[in-house]
């Protein structure tokens, strides 16, 4: 094996279930996100020679799966479906319980694509506004407009979800 296999080996070990989670938020399918995952480690593979900055590479394997996600969506081959029991396992900060999980993964997932993007890599990623840019390639308005659209889109479900219960 050689040196640039095994540094490669050794991120992907490090670093391809946080991307997973990621993935899921994106996606809402465990199975989906493992495919993204793939696809965008196997980009990113592709890259490795190329890569000079290996401080960065959380962010530019981040910029690879969001953008190889919203791809997939504009060419509308994929669907979002969310199952219960996958979205019980997901991930959450500490503190909710899963029931509250459960409503707000259901609720992300109705939320659009692009809003959803941008809500998973500001608040989840905890990603600037201008590293958020970056990544969707749009400019930072873009990202402020999505953002609050996402933030407002996903309220209302959330409201519409209490009211029923």
Do not use: N
């Not at 996100?33 to 890259?47: G, I, P, R």
């Not at 219960?84 to 899963?98: K, L």
């Not at 506004?129 to 889109?153: N, W």
């Amino acid at each position: 094996m050689s040196d640039r296999d095994a540094a490669f080996q050794e991120y992907f070990a490090a670093r391809s279930d946080v991307m997973r989670g990621t993935a899921y938020l994106l996606c809402g399918d465990w199975h989906r996100a493992e495919d993204l995952v793939q696809q965008a480690f196997t980009k990113l593979y592709l890259a490795w020679r190329r890569i000079q900055r290996h401080e960065a590479l959380d962010a530019y394997t981040r910029q690879i799966l969001v953008r190889t996600f919203l791809s997939e969506r504009r060419r509308g081959w994929f669907r979002f479906e969310s199952a219960s029991e996958d979205i019980a396992d997901a991930a959450a900060p500490p503190g909710i319980y899963p029931e509250e999980r459960m409503v707000l993964l259901e609720a992300l997932a109705k939320v659009p694509p692009k809003q959803r993007a941008c809500l998973v890599l500001r608040y989840w990623e905890d990603m600037s506004v201008e590293q958020t840019a970056v990544v969707l390639k749009c400019s930072e308005g873009t990202v402020k407009s999505q953002a609050a659209r996402g933030l407002q889109t996903l309220r209302g479900l959330l409201s519409q979800q209490e009211r029923v219960r």
